[in-house]
């Protein structure tokens, strides 16, 4: 015959045991790299071109213009007149692979001996991405320190809502 006696309780308990564990889990992901090439004979032909062209103004007093960039999708011309105004005509647009040619515009007409005045004229600037905003406003900055006005003007409605929403178009107008 069974017999039952009663010995005890048994409870099922649940515990979280939380440990730490290194896994590898390949990722991919890709990558963009500017790599700067001196230019020299053997790739001449595929560097941007940068030329210097002389322009009548001021009724036929000469003018140094330099165009940037062609191929790389911006082209500023610069016009420097006799009284020390320089109109930069920016055409095409400017993001990271662009800023470089704009900024040495800009400096090097906000920095030249007789500069009173420098207005960028945007009217074909097609797109500008923060680069570019922030080599304006730095132009802008560095024109100010030295005494020059600078201004944009002629600024097409894309281009213009960036500047608007970043709120350095008003500045950049001289309002």
Same mark, same amino acid.
């Given at each position: 015959m069974t017999h039952f006696e009663q010995t005890g309780k048994a409870r099922l308990r649940k515990y979280v045991v939380t440990e730490q564990q290194q896994v590898r889990v390949p990722v991919s992901h890709e990558e963009v790299r500017l790599e700067r090439e001196p &230019?020299?004979?053997?790739? !001449?032909?595929? !560097?941007?071109? &940068?030329?210097?062209?002389?322009i009548e103004a001021d009724g036929g007093? !000469? %003018? *140094?213009?330099?165009?940037?960039?062609?191929?790389?999708?911006? +082209? +500023?011309?610069? &016009?420097? $007149?006799?009284?020390?105004?320089?109109?930069?005509?920016? %055409?095409?647009?400017? /993001? &990271?692979?662009?800023? /470089?040619?704009?900024? !040495? *515009?800009? $400096?090097?007409?906000?920095?030249? /001996?007789? *500069?009173?005045? +420098? +207005? %960028?004229?945007?009217a074909r600037l097609t797109f500008c991405d923060s680069s570019g905003i922030a080599a304006l406003d730095k132009a802008y900055h560095q024109a100010s320190k030295r005494g020059v006005t600078f201004r944009v003007r002629n600024v097409q409605p894309p281009v213009r809502r960036v500047l608007e929403i970043t709120g350095v178009l008003a500045r950049l107008l001289g309002q």
């Amino acid at each position: 015959m069974t017999h039952f006696e009663q010995t005890g309780k048994a409870r099922l308990r649940k515990y979280v045991v939380t440990e730490q564990q290194q896994v590898r889990v390949p990722v991919s992901h890709e990558e963009v790299r500017l790599e700067r090439e001196p &230019i020299t004979d053997a790739n !001449a032909d595929d !560097a941007p071109s &940068i030329r210097t062209e002389f322009i009548e103004a001021d009724g036929g007093a !000469a %003018a *140094a213009s330099c165009r940037a960039g062609e191929r790389s999708g911006m +082209v +500023v011309s610069t &016009i420097a $007149t006799s009284n020390g105004m320089f109109h930069l005509l920016v %055409a095409g647009e400017i /993001d &990271i692979s662009t800023v /470089d040619d704009l900024k !040495a *515009a800009l $400096t090097h007409a906000i920095t030249a /001996d007789a *500069a009173t005045a +420098v +207005v %960028a004229d945007l009217a074909r600037l097609t797109f500008c991405d923060s680069s570019g905003i922030a080599a304006l406003d730095k132009a802008y900055h560095q024109a100010s320190k030295r005494g020059v006005t600078f201004r944009v003007r002629n600024v097409q409605p894309p281009v213009r809502r960036v500047l608007e929403i970043t709120g350095v178009l008003a500045r950049l107008l001289g309002q």
